[in-house]
């Protein structure tokens, strides 16, 4: 018979509280973030308060150890001899309101655990604006046990209090006072601990922890693996926490993975990284081989392991790589999804991060193809849901697809074929349509159609601004200034007879409407508000704008069931004609690749310009908004005519003078600066266009930025009013007026 491996030890509250301050117990991070709601800490005192058992703990003792993470204080007496392996959630509870420490929240946020107690009832309650004004609790039970505070304190404290509200009884002072020394005594409430021997080695613990947790949430693949990290790899597990951490508050300087279209969690960067790493999208596979298990001779060994964890290692170096992220990100504003409210599956989304940096980082696919295929594919797999239902298994058989090819163009290749197969015309005409009928409010298609709304740079209904830019997450306000629009409203379709929610609120029957505007039509008749609206617009502009809201003429006399068959399939139509414009191989095609030093040897042209800084005045050596501007509409006017390459670094003669002017800490600040300006002054859509990267010449860093022909006018805002840019010789020059619309006319509608 094997060795028993644990031992059982008995300890009070207090004394597990005490070793735990001095350090004698510690933390090995092999656990999610706190997740336990207030309440359910309530419930863990009050259980306790009752004299139930609450379950036991399960230790590692390993003397070994000496960089586990602990709860409570930074400075420790000694190093931990015991790591807590089981119980992390209840025993940071209860250490977090007896010392009165912060927890840390799934969200990464810090708060403060406040219990309160009514000593006359024997309550417990979360403290809330209730509690806080009702004076027969203590709001905070974390005040028994501090060191400024004395028991008899509290007692006296309390019941001058409630004396402040009414006559407080002898016979409920004396219960006042046993109930809170019975609430303070809980320091001495008997644990049971589960003490797993120094000699059970890592995995051992690892496989314990696995096969017994049962508190907090159900454990799932992702969990395992995140436990071997933190056994095997704890830096690395902390990288993930570390980021996701960050991708959830604004930067206040430099760059952060912060953004507006995904918050990730550490479960859902770890499937990105064992997809790149693995080729695998099933964790149980993944959770094996990590162990060191050999799934063809079902064996294990510490040398495999080894081997598998760094492959880990290695692709979630790339994954975490803040450039590799928001160029992706980048990517996804492309295809048309402007921000989170849009995106219906983030499996979905983060499993294009994962074509993405395969065909980044394995096969070297030049940018604007990868740009090109992966907002394509986001669009077909959002519009199809792709990875609804079983999202492993059709993971893992796409994954399987790139296990064994050996080029970039094999990789297009792949997803271009995938799509193609998908996207048929059958789809387009009668199986989108039929997916369009439906009332719910996060349908895919819905946001597919808002995306093609985007992508067809389009106004919003009856409105002058554009869908782009009223869907912009960074600018709303907390009253949307774009709302969904019942076409036929609601009151109105009840005065015709129709009430069921599910026919009123089918998606066909809804348009993206400035709030102002939705606030005026109200329950009006279709043909009333239609009338008054329309006033605002030419035929033409009217033409364009039905077309882009799927609306056919006198839509607003027709029959409300005819009404929504008809603009299904006219917004089936919509999307497929938003879908074509993520469609650039042709232009693809005709890109040129030039070295850098044939491009600052030629000299300035109709399609080079140097500029020798992005920001700084060279006259000053302050920054300079003008400079900026001078670089947008330079890039505005390339993509505005044939294309062309800017080069940062360099003075008007060819001169080389580096990027250190410009005072940037380092190139990716360098860049996240120019994207800024390039999303805040022309527009998100304009990277599609554009790909930049940093080259040395002459013993100098530049930065080039190179310019494809765009599909549609690129303005540049210049204190809130549009400008449009061409280039004419080695200048930009602005038009304006009947020239401007001429020039638009010939060069993008014609």
Known sequence: MEERIFSQVNYDLGTLIGNIDVGHIGLPDIQRPFVWLDKKVRDLFDSMYRGYPVGYF??????????????????????????????QQRLTSLYAVIKGVPVVRENYEKEIIRIAFNPLTEKFEVTDAAILRDKSYIHNISSLWQENEGILNVIRNYISQLKETREVTIEEERHI???ITKLSNLTHYPFTVLLLSSKANEEQVSQVFVRINSEGKRLQQADFILT??????????????????????????GVSPFNFIIQPDPDQLLRVC????????????VYSILRGKNLDTEEFSEELRDTQFGILKKAQEEVLALKHWHDFLKTILLSGYRSSSMISSNTNLMFAYTLYLIGRTEYNVDEFQLRNIIAKWFFMSSLTSRYTGSPETAMEADLTRFRYIKSGDEFLQILEGIITDKLTEDFWTITLPSDLATSASRSPSLFSYQAALVLLDAQALFSKHSVLDMLDPSTRSSRSSVEKHHIFPKAYLVRQGISDQREINQIANFALLEWNDNMKVSDTSPNEYVKELTKRFTH??????????????????????????????RMAKVIRDGYSKLTLNHIDADTKQISIKDVIENGETE???????LRVNLHTKLSDSRIELSVLKTLAAFMNTKGGSLVIGVNDDGTPVGLSM?????????????????????????????????????????????????????????????????????????????????????????
Not at 60 to 74: F, H, K, Q, Y
Not at 228 to 253: K, Y
Not at 274 to 285: D, H, I, M, S, T
């Open 274 to 285: 064992v997809g790149l790493g693995f080729k695998r999208a099933r964790l149980q596979y």
């Open 662 to 750: 410009d005072g940037f800490k380092n190139e990716d600040t360098f860049h996240q600066h120019l994207d800024n300006l390039i999303n805040d002054k022309i527009g998100h859509n304009a990277h599609i266009y554009m790909h930049s990267h940093f080259e040395d010449f002459d013993n100098e860093r530049v930065l080039v930025v190179e310019c494809l022909p765009s599909r549609a006018p690129m303005y540049v805002k210049e204190s809130d009013i549009q400008k449009f840019y061409i280039r004419t010789g080695n200048s930009s020059s602005e038009l304006t007026g009947n020239q401007e619309r001429e020039y638009i006319t010939l060069r993008f509608r014609s």
């Open 607 to 613: 399609e080079t310009e140097f500029k020798s800084t």
């Open 540 to 569: 033409e502009e009217l033409k364009l704008m039905y077309y882009w809201h799927a609306l056919p003429d006198e839509w607003q006399n027709m029959e409300y069931q005819n009404f929504l068959s008809t603009r299904r399939e």
């Open 58 to 87: 399960l230790f590692w003792e390993n003397g070994l150890v000496t960089d586990s993470r602990t709860i409570g204080a930074d400075n420790k007496q000694i190093h931990p001899s015991q790591l807590i392996v089981d119980g």
């Open 228 to 253: 071997l990290m933190s056994v095997f790899w704890d830096e690395g597990r902390s990288q993930l926490e570390d980021f996701c951490r960050q991708s959830r508050i604004p930067a206040t300087s």
């Open 177 to 179: 006072e046993r109930a």
